[in-house]
C-alpha cells in the first residue's frame, strides 16, 4: 500500500444570529470547481489551525475573527486519491467586518437542515449532518 501525504486544512462554520452557515462555492480553475465548501485552507508549515483560520477568512471573505471565538466543533478525515484530507471544522459566531466573496465564486447563508441542497466536496459533505444535528 503506497502512502499518502497528509494535508491539514483548517475551516470554520460562520454562523449568523439567524442559525445559518456560511458556504462558498469554490471558483471555476481550482479543483472541484463549482462545489460549496466551508471557508478556510491550508495550514501553513509552523501555524496552527486556529491561526490559519483566522488568515484565510480575512483573505477569503475580508473578516477580522479573534481566536477567542472559534469553538473547535468536529473534523473531517477523508482520502482523496492523491493524499489524506485531515480537516478541523470550528464554529464561529462572531467576527468583525462585512463578509464578502473576495476568492470564491459565490457565498451562500443555508439553514443546516437546507445544506444538503448543495453539491459539496466529498470531506466536506459528512460535516453537514453534525451541523444539521446539532445547531
Known sequence: MSEKRMLLVAAAA?????????????PEGKALAGLWEFPGGKVEPGESPEACIIRELEEELGIRVAQACLAP??????????????????LCRKWEGQVTAREHAGLAWV????????????ADAPLVAWLRDLL
Open 111 to 122: 439553514k443546516p437542515n437546507r445544506l444538503d441542497d448543495y453539491p459539496m466536496p466529498p
Open 14 to 26: 460562520l454562523v449568523d444570529i439567524d442559525g445559518r452557515v456560511l458556504i462558498c462555492q469554490r
Open 73 to 90: 466543533f468536529v473534523f473531517a478525515s477523508h482520502a482523496y486519491e492523491d493524499f489524506h484530507l485531515l480537516m478541523p471544522l470550528y
